[in-house]
């Protein structure tokens, strides 16, 4: 029976106890693996070990999650991976397609050079160039690189700044830039989408796209995700945006992945509006929940399916 690692931080996680019980269902041994538990030898050889578990022994490995924390644990347990598929294990994803997911900035220039439309960008290190991109969009999202769940974003709109933890005490914009400045020694700054009230989360497998959902946001908010108040509805994509989904999994090198459409729209002449799909985000280690409880797709299937059909 193969050994597969599942690397996970919260064994009661959704879609951590989809890929176990998935794994178990194709005939794998899963093995919960915390990396954060991680320890390695050197020597004339190298030893890699959680708990008891000889990671080397390992026939495969699937990534929930590796776990927050400082820049060198965080670093060291993304080498913990290379260095496994380095030594011929199969990691999915790869260490190289989370990270690419992860950092925004990286992420939209390869959906860009990809040839995928994404929102406008600009990233800059200055309050100054900062005020004159905000200015230049008149409603622009001011995002963390490595954000996630929809935490710590900022909107800036006709001066008025707004938090997507919907606090409601008014910054004079160029107050809230400097802090965030100081805070994370450069701005990711995209223009805000006008939409429907909603973005698509789009689940790819393999290349093909398993399903969708909308994200709608909560009242009074104008964040999508589910993990800040959003609910989620079945969605059916077009074949357009089953092709950007492949595409941007693919631009970013993975095996699964998240894939954020939003709906925007834009004015024509006569007052017409066109309907445009832009890509705002890949995560490379998405949940499962929300496309299970809206259409009964359980994607881990997919994935450990995937898993068996390589090894």
């Known amino acids: 029976m193969k050994k597969i690692g599942i690397v996970v931080t919260d064994p009661e996680d959704w879609t951590a106890r989809a890929l176990i019980e998935a794994a178990r269902e194709e005939g794998f041994f ?8 991680a320890e390695v030898s050197i020597n004339s050889q190298t030893d890699f070990k959680v708990g008891e578990t000889r ?61 995928l439309p994404v929102p406008e960008t600009e990233a800059v290190q200055s309050v100054d160039l900062a005020l004159k991109v905000v200015s230049g969009f008149g409603d622009a999202v001011i995002k963390p690189v490595f954000g996630y769940k929809g935490k710590d974003i900022v909107r800036v709109r006709d001066g008025e700044v707004l938090f997507s933890d919907r606090k409601s005490q008014p910054v004079p914009v160029e107050e809230a830039l400097e802090a965030l400045l100081a805070e994370r020694g450069m701005l990711y700054i995209q223009e805000f989408i006008e939409n429907p009230g909603r973005d698509i989360r789009a689940f790819v497998v393999g290349g093909k796209t398993v399903g969708a959902i909308y994200r709608r946001a909560p009242a009074g908010s104008w964040v999508n995700n589910l993990s800040q108040g959003g609910s989620a509805d079945r969605c059916v994509l077009t074949e357009e945006q089953k092709n950007l989904a492949e595409k941007a999994a693919e631009a970013i090198g993975a095996v699964f992945a998240g894939v954020d459409i939003i709906e925007g729209t834009e004015e024509e002449s006569g007052n017409r509006s066109r309907n445009t799909q832009k890509i705002l985000e890949v995560n490379g280690t998405p949940s499962g929940k929300g496309i299970f409880d809206s259409w009964g797709i359980n994607p881990a299937v997919d994935i450990l399916g995937y898993m068996k059909n390589i090894l």
């Open 30 to 37: 899963p093995l919960i693996l915390d990396l954060r538990s």
């Open 55 to 115: 990671l080397s022994d390992l026939d495969a490995v699937v990534v929930r999650d590796v776990g927050a924390g400082t820049l060198e644990g965080v670093s060291f347990r993304f080498d913990i991976l290379r260095e496994l598929e380095a030594e011929g294990i199969p990691v999915i994803n790869s260490p190289e397609a989370i990270q690419n997911a992860a950092n925004k900035y990286h992420a939209s220039w390869l959906l860009a050079k990809a040839g």
